[in-house]
Antibody, heavy 120, light 111 residues
């Protein structure tokens, strides 16, 4: 059974930084492509960014609203995905989900989500 | 990149069929056969129910089906059941600049 478990998050002031982690089990982590998707309170889903497998280059791509402020990385030895969030804004307040995504660009498995609140 | 357009709500009685539309542009829905659909129950993580327009992951009920025509994708739920009451989101690949765009979401109510 595939499991994705996020950790980190919490309350941070505008302009601050926070890091989310996502630890996976039940999959060959080094082979999977991974993504972060967020959901603001009472709102819809929004893609944040993705990172491909190291075998395919290990590069990360980002949505326009977070580009230059967020960094996605992976540690295949720890089966862990990271989301480093800097220069946080109030509009970054959301539940953040880590997901795997498949060759059909579908978000296949999801973590339980982690709340990030940006407020003074 | 704007969200794909979905109706805010759709309702139906048990046993009926309902269809949710997802309208985008030729840069996303119309340009790629990479539309997926997600079901989200309250306070739960989304669940993939359709990928590549009309394919179901293992374990997903065959009451869920997908299709696409031009810039509009659709999700049909047949034999509506109480457990289908949830929010539904479409998503499309949108090329190597925007990457992925989600729909605005549709709340399905079983009457």
């Amino acid at each position: 059974e595939v499991q994705l478990v996020e950790s980190g998050g919490g309350l941070v002031k505008p302009g601050g930084s926070l890091r989310l982690s996502c630890t996976a089990s039940g999959i060959t982590f080094s082979n999977v492509w991974l993504s972060w998707v967020r959901q603001a309170p009472g709102k819809g889903l929004e893609w944040v960014g993705r990172i491909i497998s190291k075998a395919r280059g290990g590069t990360a791509d980002y949505a326009a609203p977070v580009k230059g402020r967020f960094t996605i990385s992976r540690d295949d030895s720890e089966n862990t995905l990271y989301l480093q969030m800097n220069s946080l804004k109030t509009e970054d307040t959301a539940v953040y989900y880590c997901t795997t995504f498949n060759q059909f660009n579908a978000f296949e498995f999801w973590g339980q989500g982690r709340m990030v609140t940006v407020s003074s | 990149q704007s969200a794909l357009t979905q109706p805010a709500s759709v309702s139906g009685s048990p046993g009926q069929s309902i269809t949710i539309s997802c309208t985008g542009t030729s840069s996303d829905v119309g340009g790629y056969n990479l539309v997926s659909w997600y079901q989200q129950h309250p306070d739960k993580a989304p669940k993939l129910i359709i990928y590549e327009v009309n394919k179901r992951p293992s374990g997903v009920s065959d009451r869920f089906s997908g299709s696409k025509s031009g810039n509009t994708a659709s999700l049909t739920i047949s034999g509506l059941q109480a457990e289908d009451e949830a929010d539904y989101y479409c998503c499309s690949y949108a090329g190597s600049f925007t990457f992925y765009v989600f729909g605005s979401g549709t709340k399905v109510t079983v009457l």
